[in-house]
């Protein structure tokens, strides 16, 4: 509560001062000063970009981190970051990475290849808990030294060549291993600063507070004031800075759409995170030049703990996903352009649609409710289900709520947690039925299935099969794409079939954004990196 006062006084202040006249905001400000503020929908569980998962985690990340290669931010294609070069060998295993003399870290210490090497092989340790350690199993040997099989990290196909070369040697030919490396799970950390303040493989020190940091990103941290404001400002050290414009950014933690709406009204936001659902019409049928929708490479989807009864019972999952209308929630509830979806992956990626879907059908899921012994209700044990604080996932909650009430005669409770709660208690398996969203990390299906393999660190459900294991390993040494698709088809059909998932819709981006932002590229990744980003004042547009 006291944050959130805090940002309604915020905005008080605001339309107080926008009310004696010709007053600056702090948009008009922070444009003249190359100061940008930003919406970011909660407050960060952390920074450490090895034991982070969610995105205003990322969006800080994108901030303070750089890995060997980024995207660029109108194509998505891969450019050179750390690495200035690179070569791949005729069979596709060895990637040989040229580092460049001029990266450093924001202390000034030099940036070189065995960064590289001790950063992934703390990513890969089974004591940090790293829940994306699977995004580096594509390296020789990384899932045996993760898994405990091998302890020798040098055994790992990732070597230090000399101070600017590094070598990474794959298990099998992969398609999508440079845009790993953009993931902030492959980015470098600074060891000796880990160490100075605990174990390398040791989570959640004070090696991230501000006073302390140190990283090889554009931005370093100024200030880190929980429920209040994370900012940033430039890296003097940082290789590439010429290109750098903006001075400092605000990253405000905001997890109320209205609040973030009123606030950039007011001219304290250049961007929001997202926007009320019920403003998204009145935007668009006005024209807004601020909003700002697109299709978004993810999936909106709640997930069950099959290890808690009645949900270890595949019939009443499949009855509860059998009577949630898709069609009526994007249309009546989200309300932005969000597509139903029957399945995990979103459609058309790189070519793939899944075949599987799961199907609406009311009388079936009555059907299959009475078949697990709960004809009409009777006797159903009464359910939970959690979602992070947000007022767009709380609609969907009892939108939801209601549909299982009418269509089965169940009661499902719904409660609200604050994000490093929420996170925990996923993790932990706390929970029955869980809000879930993933967002892909690169463009490849492969970046959603693998998400619930056996024991996978985000699968968070308590599901495996062995069959989908084996299919996941064996998409990896594929020999041509149609193998591999099929190996996914088979996949996607298990997880439809066993249902620990209720695949819900594919996201779209709805958010505000001041015309004076520049260097802002919409695309479906929602990938925005800070240093191609500049302020220059426009002719301000209405709603």
């Not at 999936?299 to 703990?305: G, L, Q, R």
Request: proline residues 5%; hydrophobic residues 35%.
């Amino acid at each position: 509560m006291k944050s959130a006062l805090k940002v309604y006084l915020v905005i008080a202040l605001s339309l107080s001062l926008l009310s004696c006249g010709d007053r600056k905001t702090l948009v008009d400000i922070g444009t003249e000063q190359q100061i940008l503020h930003i919406g970011n929908g909660t407050e960060p569980a952390e920074i450490d970009p090895h034991t982070t998962t969610g995105m205003p985690e990322y969006h800080l990340q994108m901030a303070l981190f750089e890995g060997l290669v980024s995207k660029h931010p109108e194509t998505l294609e891969i450019v050179p970051a750390v690495a200035e070069r690179w070569s791949i060998s005729e069979d596709g295993l060895v990637y040989t990475f040229h580092i460049r003399p001029t990266a450093k870290w924001s202390n000034g210490e030099a940036l070189v290849a065995e960064d590289f090497v001790l950063s992934w092989q703390r990513a890969l340790s089974v004591a940090l808990g790293n829940q994306y350690a699977s995004m580096l199993y594509s390296i020789k040997n990384a899932e045996a030294y993760h898994s405990g099989k091998i302890t020798n990290f040098s055994e790992v196909g990732v070597t230090a060549i000399d101070e600017h070369t590094l070598q990474v040697i794959l298990e099998n030919p992969t398609p999508y291993f440079l845009q790993i490396l953009d993931h902030h799970s492959a980015y470098p950390v600074h060891v000796p600063t880990l160490l100075k303040y605990g174990r390398m493989d040791e989570a959640a020190t004070r090696w991230t507070r501000p006073e302390n940091f140190v990283g090889n990103g554009p931005f370093i941290i100024e200030e880190w004031t929980p429920g209040k404001v994370f900012s940033v400002v430039r890296n003097n050290n940082y290789w590439d800075s010429s290109t750098v414009k903006l001075n400092k950014i605000n990253f405000y933690p905001i997890d109320q759409a209205l609040v973030e709406e009123r606030m950039f009204k007011a001219g304290q936001l250049h961007k929001t995170e997202t926007m009320p659902s019920t403003k998204i019409e009145r935007y668009r049928e006005k024209n807004s030049a601020q909003y700002k929708g697109n299709l978004y490479f993810g999936t909106y989807y709640y997930a069950f703990n099959v290890t808690q009864k009645p949900l270890n019972d595949v019939r009443v999952r499949k009855a509860l996903a059998y009577t949630v209308d898709r069609e009526a929630i994007t249309k009546n509830v989200t309300r932005g352009g969000q597509l139903p979806t029957y399945a995990l992956t979103p459609p058309d990626t790189l070519g793939y649609t899944p075949n599987a879907k799961m199907t609406y059908d009311i009388e079936l899921a009555r059907k299959l409710l009475a078949e697990a012994g709960y004809p009409d209700g009777k006797g159903f044990p009464k359910l939970e289900l959690v979602y992070n604080t947000s007022q767009d996932h709380q609609k969907i909650a009892v939108a939801i709520q209601q549909m299982w009430k009418k269509a089965l005669n169940i009661d499902v409770s719904l409660q609200n947690q604050e994000w490093k709660v929420f996170l925990s208690n996923q993790q932990l398996l706390n929970f029955q039925i869980g809000r879930r969203g993933w967002i892909g990390d690169y463009i490849d299906p492969y970046t959603f299935l693998e998400l619930f393999m056996t024991g996978g660190g985000n699968n968070n459900t308590g599901w495996g099969n062995a069959r989908y294991d084996e299919l996941m390993r064996l998409s990896t040494s594929a020999k041509s794409r149609d193998e591999r698709y099929a190996y996914f088809q088979e996949a996607e059909q298990i997880l439809v079939d066993e249902a620990p998932i209720l695949p819900i819709y594919n996201y779209t981006t709805n958010y505000l954004l001041s015309e004076d932002v520049k260097g802002y590229f919409p695309n479906t990744m929602d990938y925005h990196p800070y240093k191609y980003m500049y302020l220059e004042a426009s002719n301000k547009g209405g709603e």
